[in-house]
């Protein structure tokens, strides 16, 4: 059988019903994250419809989608930059973000930047054990701006990961680094994830990438989950699986060859640029 459909190694699963979900939490432990008809529209553009998701404690998820797909509303609201009253949304109270940009305080050293907003003692001994863990102990007194790319983003999961989030939100944030770069810091937050076990959502582009980090995949298109794949095989052996899934999940994301006839408006599919809140738009 081919690997990528043996089910003792890759789980080919439809997006769960509602009463799929909770029978299912029911059974197990609670969910570190748990989302019941969540729905967000600015003006009458709705972003997010009625969206079902539970993430598993320690569970690590990505999800996919095209732009104007409603990601980063969801990830503004799982990080609680948005509000979500009267909703069914809960969500842990100690949660961190990790951003594309690594938001570094120029003006801090780096240690200083990783103990921002710590609380209680020892904080500066709490920030060199989280920079010695992303390999920066050599860089602790370092000004943000002599570092260099792969640099900058260890430091801003030493500064996520320093106050022990239950859940770990991250927002592309190997977009930037080169191809070699990117490898090896997801080698990183695999064993960063594995000693800390927070639940993770990675939003991304990167089909490859959630592959190979990931325990389940979402694809959200329009504001709802289209596609689910939970992946079994380990992820050192996910080599011989990735093309068949990979071709699965681009064509989930609409992508495909461009025909001489196609309509780049139809293809492309741009959406409006929508202002994250209607009240205060710039």
């Given at each position: 059988m081919n690997a990528?459909?043996?089910?003792?190694?890759?789980?080919?699963?439809?997006?769960?019903?509602?009463?799929?979900?909770?029978?299912?939490?029911?059974?197990?432990?609670?969910?570190a994250v748990r989302l019941r008809g969540f729905t967000r529209s600015f003006g009458d553009n709705a972003i997010i419809e009625d969206l079902d998701l539970d993430i598993a404690p320690g569970e690590f998820v990505s999800l996919l989608g095209r732009s104007g797909s409603g990601k980063t509303t969801l990830l503004r609201t799982l990080?609680?930059?948005?509000r979500a009253d009267g909703q069914d949304v809960a969500i842990?109270?100690?949660?961190?973000?990790?951003?594309?940009?690594?938001?570094?305080?120029?003006?801090?050293?780096?240690?200083?930047?990783?103990?921002?907003?710590?609380?209680?003692?020892?904080?500066?001994?709490?920030a060199e054990r989280a920079l010695r863990e992303v390999g920066l102990a050599h860089r602790l007194d370092a000004w943000p701006l002599t570092l260099s790319g792969g640099e900058a983003q260890r430091a801003a999961l030493a500064r996520a990961l320093v106050r022990e989030p239950q859940l770990l939100l991250m927002d592309e944030p190997f977009a930037a680094l080169d191809a070699l770069t990117r490898f090896r810091v997801h080698e990183l937050v695999l064993r960063l994830w594995t000693a800390h076990r927070p639940s993770i959502l990675l939003v991304t582009?990167?089909?490859?990438?959630?592959?190979?980090?990931?325990?389940r995949i979402l694809v959200l298109d329009k504001g709802r989950i289209v596609a689910e794949e939970r992946?079994?095989?380990p992820r050192g052996e996910r080599l011989a699986m990735t093309g068949a899934l990979r071709e699965k999940l681009l064509g989930c994301l609409g992508t495909g060859?461009?025909?001489?006839?196609?309509?780049?408006?139809?293809?492309?599919?741009?959406?409006p640029n929508i202002p994250f809140s209607p009240s205060n738009p710039f």
């Open positions: 990528l459909f043996d089910s003792r190694r890759f789980a080919q699963v439809a997006p769960l019903s509602r009463d799929a979900i909770v029978a299912q939490t029911q059974e197990g432990k609670p969910p990080a609680g930059l948005d842990p109270s100690s949660r961190a973000v990790v951003f594309q940009d690594s938001r570094l305080l120029p003006w801090k050293r780096v240690w200083q930047n990783v103990a921002l907003g710590l609380r209680g003692k020892d904080i500066r001994a709490r582009h990167d089909v490859d990438e959630a592959i190979a980090l990931s325990d992946i079994e095989a060859r461009i025909g001489d006839d196609d309509d780049l408006e139809a293809v492309f599919d741009d959406k």
